[in-house]
């Protein structure tokens, strides 16, 4: 008996599934055979919960009842309007883990035990967590949570047969950016160093052009729609990719029966771009930096993430280490790969040799002191796992207890990092001197703080794990979470299509005039009464010929 784990991307912009089987890395397609499915969460018209490719149509269309980037909230007390609701980022997230899970099942016949997920490098202890419960909501256990640097990895060493390497992951997703110096030798991947940015990805580089887009038309984002500003994004966003094999390109958009338009040029696309390349540059020197390295070479690069496919981002990189980088494999797949490759392991199946993981820690773990100073125990990228000590003594004179507060964080005043739990502690009272004690952190590979107190005259030890209780749920409140999924009407996959180019039509509707707009309309009455006859063979052909129609349409935009 083998457990069916499957290995999840929970990106940002884009999510995706794969398994380890036959012996080798498969990713698994959702019902419109694309492996990238994007997260995001709409509610329809009944108020059922849609996610992935029909709900991004809806963005542009029901900006009010569509939610994205929501993984840049991942762990915070945000909460995201949807509807008549709010939703904290992880309540969102597991509807992106269960739409994932079931596609995967419907693919494999099979039912889907364990998931291991991905999560940017630097994400936090709360973060983490927060994923965690992401898949408790969604009804699956997840077996664990893998670095996403250390998943590229993973799936580097699986692709070539390379020799001993030392690798620098850059990850340039939709939203977050994590460059990290890993290294690969015998069965082991070991992180070396992190550093990320997850406020920076590629929705800043389609802002940016959108900005332009405004500032020469003498619009700004306050005197214009939100229905306005979507489908400058959604202009924007193409206008990106097409920079990718064109100099110039032209970006036109219809507000209100009025024509807006931008010629925007590769070079104006570098300078506008500036500040957020700059961005990265301090990304990858602080990477760099952390890892002791003086000098890369550009095979050393491993670009993952939609964004490195930016030729504006290969060609910064190529200025920045003074070679050409390269792109080689398919970098928005690659951490998926990863994450399937480790369920294969986690699984125990088939030829995948064990590898051992060795992880880092990605921020600073300490305590306060005098003062609200913050005082390091254990140092960011440490390699876990780790246990170090501090020598401290008690403030006052006759003090009879100490309390031993955790932070994590890179602050200097201890309140301005992420408090994570408390100790009190019972000290002799002394009025002649200071009563010594030494404060043992020891942080595992599951993230699990273990809190030690030892008072140095009576030798008496205290001990404490930090749960992180602030944001543990009941039992009763995970199976409402659960409950809530009741809502997400699994579309059958033949429905998904249908209603997938139904929401295109409306959004193509939206960006149309006049008399183009009353022949969308009755060519899609008549799709919709053609798809009520037609037979399950027809079906296919039917979709087929109507999606040719929108993409031509859309062309013309
Ligand atoms: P995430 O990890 O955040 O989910 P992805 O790795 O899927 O995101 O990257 C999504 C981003 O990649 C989007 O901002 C998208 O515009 C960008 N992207 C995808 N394909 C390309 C391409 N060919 N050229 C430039 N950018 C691209
Ligand atoms: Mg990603």
Redesign the pocket.
């Known amino acids: 008996y083998k457990k069916m784990i499957v290995g999840i991307?929970l990106?940002?912009?884009?999510?995706l599934v794969g398994v380890y089987q036959d012996g080798q890395v498969k990713l698994l397609p959702n019902a419109f055979g694309e492996y990238?499915t994007p997260?995001v969460v709409a509610l329809d018209d009944n108020d059922e919960i849609i996610v992935g490719k029909i709900a991004k149509e809806r963005l542009v269309t029901h900006p009010d009842r569509t939610l994205s980037q929501f993984?840049r909230f991942m762990g915070t007390k945000h909460e995201l309007v949807l509807g008549n609701r709010t939703y904290k980022a992880e309540e969102l997230s597991s509807f992106v883990i269960r739409k994932l899970v079931d596609d995967a099942e419907s693919f494999l016949g099979e039912k889907v035990e364990e998931v291991i997920v991905s999560v940017p490098a630097y994400f936090n202890d709360a973060q983490r967590y927060a994923t965690k419960l992401a898949g408790q909501f969604a009804g699956v256990k997840i077996e664990r949570i893998i670095n996403e640097p250390s998943a590229a990895a993973l799936a580097k060493k699986s692709m070539s047969n390379q020799e001993d390497q030392s690798f620098v992951v850059v990850?340039?997703?939709?939203?977050?950016l994590d460059i990290s110096v890993v290294e690969l030798f015998d069965n082991v991947v070991e992180i070396v160093s992190i550093a990320g940015d997850n406020r920076l990805?590629?929705?800043d580089?389609?802002a940016a052009i959108a900005e332009e887009f405004l500032t020469s038309n003498h619009l700004s984002r306050k005197s214009i729609s939100r229905e306005f500003y979507s489908k400058i994004l959604v202009q924007a966003?193409k206008a990106?990719?097409n920079l990718?094999i064109n100099e110039e390109v032209q970006m036109l958009v219809m507000d209100q029966e009025k024509e807006y338009s931008l010629d925007l040029t590769y070079q104006r696309f570098y300078e506008l771009c500036q500040p957020l390349l700059a961005r990265l540059k301090s990304v990858l020197d602080r990477a760099l930096r952390d890892a002791r390295y003086s000098y890369v070479s550009s095979e050393n690069f491993v670009l993952?993430?939609?964004?490195s496919?930016?030729r504006l981002v290969q060609d910064f990189l190529s200025y920045c280490i003074d070679q050409a980088v390269q792109l080689t494999d398919d970098?928005?797949k690659m951490?998926a790969k990863g994450c399937a490759l480790l369920a294969g392991i986690k699984g125990r199946q088939g030829e995948v040799r064990d590898l051992l993981l060795s992880d880092i820690c990605p921020f600073t773990l300490g305590t306060s002191v005098v003062g609200d100073r913050f005082s390091p125990i254990i140092e960011r990228n440490s390699p876990l796992p780790t246990s170090k000590k501090e020598h401290y003594y008690t403030a006052e004179l006759g003090q009879s207890q100490v309390r031993v507060e955790v932070y994590q964080g890179e602050m200097m005043k201890a309140s301005q990092n992420l408090f994570l739990g408390e100790l009190e502690v019972p000290v002799p009272v002394n009025h002649e001197v200071n009563e010594g004690l030494t404060i043992r952190f020891t942080y595992d590979l599951n993230g699990i703080l273990d809190v030690e107190v030892t008072i140095d005259s009576t030798q008496e030890v205290f001990n404490h794990v930090i749960l992180q209780e602030s944001i543990t749920l009941t039992e009763e409140e995970i199976k409402e979470k659960q409950a809530e999924l009741t809502r997400y009407k699994i579309n059958a996959q033949e429905t998904e299509v249908y209603r997938f180019l139904i929401e295109k039509a409306n959004r193509v509707y939206s960006m149309l005039l006049g008399r183009r707009r009353d022949e969308l309309m009755a060519e899609t009455r008549r799709f919709e009464e053609e798809v009520k006859q037609a037979s399950m063979y027809h079906l296919p052909k039917l979709y087929q010929s109507f999606s040719n129609y929108l993409e031509f349409l859309e062309r013309g935009l």
């Open positions: 991307d990106g940002t912009t884009n999510s990238l997260s993984k990850d340039f997703g939709g939203g977050t990805g590629g929705e580089f389609t966003e990106k990719l990718n993952v993430g939609g964004t496919k930016l970098p928005d951490i």
